[in-house]
């Protein structure tokens, strides 16, 4: 019973920025590491950001320098600050939790719908 919502995708230029949300809905005992993912149809999906409990934030290589991940943990929430966009950011956008769904249960893996995300221009 956790749903994951993203908001924020849309069309850019390159050069451009967008902010990304993503927020996990539902009263739930925990949430653990949460991160940012994107696919574009015919290619694996990759890993954008990750953003552990503790410790620092990993980002694929493609994107550190321009990108930046972060956690309202009181709103349930992460975001990813996208800066410098490229055309080759152009794909669908997909939060992933790590959630505790009920007490004595075991931590498990949550998805968004995914926003897409378009550089173009």
């Known amino acids: 019973q956790v749903q994951l919502v993203e908001s924020g995708g849309g069309l850019v230029q390159p050069g451009g920025s967008l902010r990304l949300s993503c927020a996990v809905s539902?009263?739930?005992?925990?949430?653990?590491?949460m991160g940012w993912y994107r696919q574009v149809p015919g290619k694996e999906r990759e890993l954008v950001a990750n953003?552990?409990?503790?410790?620092?934030?990993e980002y694929a290589d493609s994107v550190k320098g321009r990108f930046t991940i972060s956690r309202d943990n009181a709103k349930n929430t992460v975001y990813l600050e996208m800066n410098s966009l490229k055309p080759e950011d152009t794909a669908v956008y997909i939060c992933?939790?790590?959630?505790?769904?009920?007490?004595?249960?075991?931590?498990?893996?949550?998805w968004g719908r995914g926003t897409q995300v378009t550089v173009s221009g």
């Open positions: 539902g009263t739930i005992p925990g949430i653990s590491a």
């Open positions: 953003k552990p409990s503790s410790g620092s934030p």
């Open positions: 992933k939790a790590i959630v505790l769904l009920r007490y004595g249960s075991t931590w498990s893996g949550s």
